[in-house]
């Protein structure tokens, strides 16, 4: 269930908090859908509803665990590489399982961003010098349009009548 939003307060309460209620809206996406109906490829792409938790499971690894912490690809929760990869499930996998590992990821990335002011910057072979306030404004774009994604995905399984409500 998606919280209540916090509205008013310091730029990072209001941002963290934004961050989290997209998490939320992302998570809200996959909600009551079966494990088969989360796996349904409905576009060409490897976008799924449970790829898209997935996903941004990654995506929080990617950006606090490996960038903000420095951490290794074997000292992260999980696939941390900036790939296709990112979207690969498991045949065992259930959709709690990816939910799990989504709400771990992003536990353990309030925890990493919490050690960093907003201004904060660390040089990025991609982006440049990112600040970690552009990174949490970053996620919150990340999630927002997966959440979106999620939705529509959602919508077209209910259109064939394919899945729970």
Not at 86 to 99: K, M, N, P, R
Request: net charge negative; charged share 35%; hydrophobic share 40%.
């Amino acid at each position: 269930m998606i919280t209540n939003r916090i509205t008013n307060g310091t730029e990072r309460v209001i941002i963290e908090d934004m961050l989290d209620h997209n998490r939320e809206a992302l998570i809200e996406t996959v909600r009551g859908l079966t494990d088969a109906d989360a796996r349904r490829r409905l576009v060409t792409s490897l976008t799924t509803p449970i790829s898209l938790i997935k996903h941004a499971a990654a995506a929080e690894r990617i950006w606090f665990q490996r960038f903000w912490a420095g951490l290794e690809e074997f000292e992260c929760d999980g696939y941390s590489k900036r790939d296709e990869g990112t979207f690969a499930v498991a045949d065992d996998e259930s959709l709690t399982d990816v939910i799990a590992e989504f709400e771990r990821a992003s536990e353990r990335s309030r925890v990493i961003a919490s050690r960093f002011d907003l201004d904060d910057t660390k040089d990025n072979p991609r982006e440049g010098k990112v600040s970690m306030r552009w990174t949490l404004l970053s996620m919150i774009e990340e999630f927002a349009r997966h959440a979106g994604h999620g939705d529509i995905l959602r919508e077209q399984i209910h259109q064939k009548g394919c899945g729970a409500a």
